[in-house]
């Protein structure tokens, strides 16, 4: 019942609420005077994610070009030095997203680390002076007559001819040896420690990428609100400093009809 006591709400505010979309691949979307709730999310996520998403507008409310600049901690908590806020919303939203962790990407990020010295390791057997940051001339000269030299930069390739582009040969890292019998074990070595640095190098892209996302005021915000629902008693203990700031600012009217929601949904005796 809560989430149709919320969208009713937000309706009678003038925001559009559609739940039956894609929300743009992520379970909410908040954009110009509407919220997109994914067709996809629970019963049970349904009012978390009303609240993030209408935090998204009370926020919008306060800082109107936020969309574009991500918003400011500063004017969400009508400061000028929030970095005591800052620090106490990542511990929120690590709580109540545990996707911002990064857990799963660190460990694959880990294995990439250790193929690499692993593959690094094999080729110093035969060649005690290679250094990954130089060239490694040995094998340039082996490989410029080899199609291996295609797996370089991919792990599966398809060798096309002719004009309709019919596939006469596919290679993949994988049957390296088997493809190519003569080559030596540290040049097919060298070649799989540049396939996972390139994989390390994507995942660390990936994870630098969540984190701009994740550390945006308007995102760390979002998930403040979001908290003071799933469990407002832990997240007052992990983030004294901000809840009693928000509450203060929220009794005052600063967050405007916010304070109404949370009426609706919270327990005055935890707040």
Request: glycine share 4%; hydrophobic share 35%; with cysteine.
């Amino acid at each position: 019942m809560e989430d149709k006591v919320l969208i009713k709400y937000f309706k009678s505010l003038g925001i559009e609420v559609h739940t039956s979309t894609k929300a743009r691949g992520h379970q909410g979307f908040y954009t110009h005077n509407r919220i997109d709730i994914s067709k996809n999310v629970s019963q049970q996520r349904m009012v978390p994610v009303l609240l993030h998403e209408f935090a998204h507008y009370i926020h919008s409310q306060i800082e109107p070009d936020m969309m574009k600049t991500g918003g400011s901690l500063d004017v969400l908590f009508d400061v000028n030095d929030s970095e005591k806020y800052y620090e106490e919303l990542l511990l929120v939203t690590n709580f109540v997203d545990k996707h911002s962790k990064f857990e799963k990407l660190e460990q694959h990020k880990m294995i990439a680390k250790s193929k690499v010295l692993e593959y690094e390791n094999v080729i110093k057997n035969k060649y005690p002076k290679f250094m990954r940051s130089k060239k490694f001339k040995e094998f340039d000269k082996y490989i410029k007559g080899s199609k291996a030299k295609y797996l370089l930069k991919y792990d599966r390739i398809k060798l096309v001819s002719g004009l309709l582009f019919k596939t006469v040969e596919v290679l993949t890292i994988d049957n390296l040896e088997k493809d190519f019998c003569d080559i030596p074990p540290e040049f097919a070595a060298y070649i799989r420690l540049k396939s996972w640095q390139k994989k390390q190098t994507r995942i660390s892209t990936k994870i630098n990428k969540l984190k701009k996302y994740y550390q945006k005021p308007a995102e760390l915000f979002a998930r403040l609100v979001e908290g003071l629902y799933l469990d407002p008693e832990y997240v007052q203990k992990i983030a004294p400093h901000t809840c009693y700031r928000f509450f203060d600012l929220l009794n005052r009217g600063y967050y405007k009809n916010l304070s109404e929601v949370l009426d609706f949904i919270y327990n005055p005796v935890n707040l």
